[in-house]
């Protein structure tokens, strides 16, 4: 972080915000470096950004005032789930045909990995309504702040890693986009925790924090929960986000951050084949 200023003298001391010279803060821009204060602040899975790298450039709006409807990635994903979950209420056999079976995978079905984010149990619609809000819930907010391409990266990473986990530390059967949602958890957890220090960054946190300790507990008190999918899904979306926000500004960040999620899918894929 250094001891520098942020458009002052450079003199060592306690930082301003580039736009509220009256403001003391430590936060910084992720993009470009600049000290800014919470009400400038736009927190994104890739760290806190000023307005004018986060696009606003008119006007300051609190982030925590800012509400988006879905976005176009976020409504596949939905349409894609909600269609499979209707197709396996129809025929069982495409539970079969598509679901994480472990001895399966080990076969060389490594595509199941990724079709069984896609489908959901059957006994209990509540699995499906669960992550589909989820997903509607904090979806959009990645997507915008990331971009579409490394939404669906990072979605899809957290998915393999999750399917992993359950493929090396389980056996038997399963199906659901735990995996992936617990990404978008981890996702927004790094993201918002440079903020906890705020009011509206803490209250966030706290959001956060107490949704994962409901999820993670629930293994422990309802059966069949694939827990090993929801931590594997969980680190997953926490590195990816780690390994935005130390990359440096540039020409090439933008790539290097879609790169980043598409490593780690394909390392989950190959780990599946050594599997």
Known sequence: MGGMNDGTSGA????????HRDRIT??????????????CSRDSPVGQRCPECAGVTT???????????????????????????????VNAQFTIDYAHITPAVSAGEWWRVITATFLHST?????????????????????????????????????VVGGVAFQYMAEGAAVG???????????????????????AGAARFRQLLLLLAIN??????????AWEAHVGGLVAGMLIVLAWQRIPPGPNADLVRTL?????????????FVA
């Open 26 to 39: 430590h936060l910084r821009c992720s993009r470009c470096g600049r000290h800014i204060c919470a009400e």
């Open 260 to 272: 980043v999620p598409s490593a780690l899918l394909l390392v989950g894929v190959l780990a599946v």
């Open 59 to 89: 006007r300051v709006v609190p982030a925590r005032s800012i509400r988006s409807g879905i976005t176009p990635a976020v409504l596949v994903i939905i349409l894609i789930s909600v269609a499979a979950y209707l197709a396996q209420r």
């Open 177 to 199: 986009a735990s995996g992936a949602i617990f990404g978008l958890f981890g996702a927004v957890l790094v993201g918002t925790y440079p903020l906890r220090h705020t009011p």
């Open 123 to 159: 006994g209990s619609i509540v699995h499906i309504l669960f992550n589909m809000y989820a997903l509607y819930l904090f979806g959009p907010y990645i997507e915008r702040q990331a971009g579409t391409g490394r939404f669906v990266a990072l979605y899809l990473a957290s998915a």
């Open 12 to 19: 060592p001391g306690p930082a301003t915000c580039y736009r």
């Open 216 to 225: 993670l507990a629930l293994p422990l008190l309802v059966r069949g929960i």
